[in-house]
């Protein structure tokens, strides 16, 4: 079979079993078992498919329809335009995640900060923002042992494991000193809407009944930690942000809060900055 027949009954399959963005993950996973780039899969898209690359190119797409996602399959994902390794033991970035960066990068750039990813996962948000600024000392934290194996992987892979410190532990307990920036994608999915089988580790969705409990927690632990003139980045499921802003407008009375939304037009993330203590002369 060539290459192209294969890519296409493979798109076909996952359609008609409702995977989103079937064409794309059928190129994803038949470019795994190829070990090619988009590029090269398309200039030999006439070319044959080995037997042995044939019968895995079948397994993975048969493992796709039993539900578990492309990313674990492929160990990939890409996220701020960055390949990072995922496993079972990490959520798997999702592109609205890319809002944080952004809004931290505008908030960081223009001077030297100490900053903290509280749920660092795979470590995508950390060592995207260490790529950015040089010149930041970046605390990736996570109550997951196996969630920083995969991180401290994806810090080597990016050169970045110098400047980024991977601790255990829970949100901010594991730092003493002031922060600048703290930046937090935590479990947010209601207990409710928790789904008996999700390949994801639960501990990295499962925000308690409201869906806000982790986020909430953090908020509290920051107004010991948050340095003065510091901000916080909060990034929130749908739904959220009037419980979350409520909360930070009675922790930080002083604090200016923003909401932010994505690309889809959904709240996202909350930002609270707190203004620099001034000195009188
Ligand atoms: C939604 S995932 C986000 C992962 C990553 N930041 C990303 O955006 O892809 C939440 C992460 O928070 C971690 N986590 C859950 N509770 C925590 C806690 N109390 N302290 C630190 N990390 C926690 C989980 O292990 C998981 O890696």
């Known amino acids: 079979m060539k290459l192209a027949e294969a890519l296409n009954r493979s798109r076909a399959i996952l359609a008609q079993n409702a995977i989103e963005d079937a064409p794309l993950e059928a190129e994803l996973l038949l470019r795994h078992v190829l070990n090619i780039n988009r590029t090269q899969l398309y200039l030999d898209l006439e070319h044959e498919l080995s037997p042995q690359d044939e019968k895995t190119f079948r397994a993975l797409v048969e493992r796709r329809l039993g539900g578990e996602p492309t990313a674990y399959i492929t160990r990939h994902r890409e996220f701020y335009g960055l390949d990072f390794y995922v496993n079972p033991h990490t959520l798997i970035p999702r592109p609205e995640s890319?809002?944080?960066v952004e809004t931290a990068l505008?908030?960081?750039q223009d001077r030297p900060s100490t900053i903290a990813d509280i749920g660092t996962g795979c470590g995508a948000i950390a060592v995207s923002l260490a790529l950015e600024l040089p010149g930041a000392k970046i605390y990736a934290i996570d109550i997951s042992a196996a969630a920083l194996e995969v991180a401290a992987i994806n810090c080597q892979r990016h050169s970045v494991a110098d400047r980024v410190s991977l601790l255990?532990?829970?949100m901010l307990k594991p730092v003493a000193e002031?922060?600048?920036l703290i930046?937090?994608?935590?479990p947010y999915v209601r207990e409710s809407e928790l789904t008996p089988n999700n390949f994801e580790p639960l501990i990295a969705l499962d925000g308690g009944a409201g869906g806000t409990e982790s986020i909430a927690r953090l908020c509290r632990q920051a107004r010991s930690k948050l340095a003065e003139g510091g901000s916080m980045l909060l990034e929130i499921g749908q739904g959220q942000s009037e419980a979350i802003t409520g909360l930070l407008d009675s922790l930080f009375p002083d604090g200016a809060i923003e909401i932010l939304a994505d690309l889809s037009g959904i709240?996202?993330?909350i930002?609270?900055?707190l203004s620099e203590?001034?000195?009188a002369r």
């Open 267 to 269: 709240e996202r993330v």
């Open 271 to 273: 930002s609270l900055s």
């Open 178 to 180: 002031p922060i600048d």
């Open 168 to 170: 255990q532990g829970d």
């Open 106 to 108: 505008r908030l960081a």
């Open 98 to 100: 890319e809002l944080l």
């Open 183 to 186: 930046i937090a994608n935590l």
């Open 277 to 279: 203590i001034k000195v």
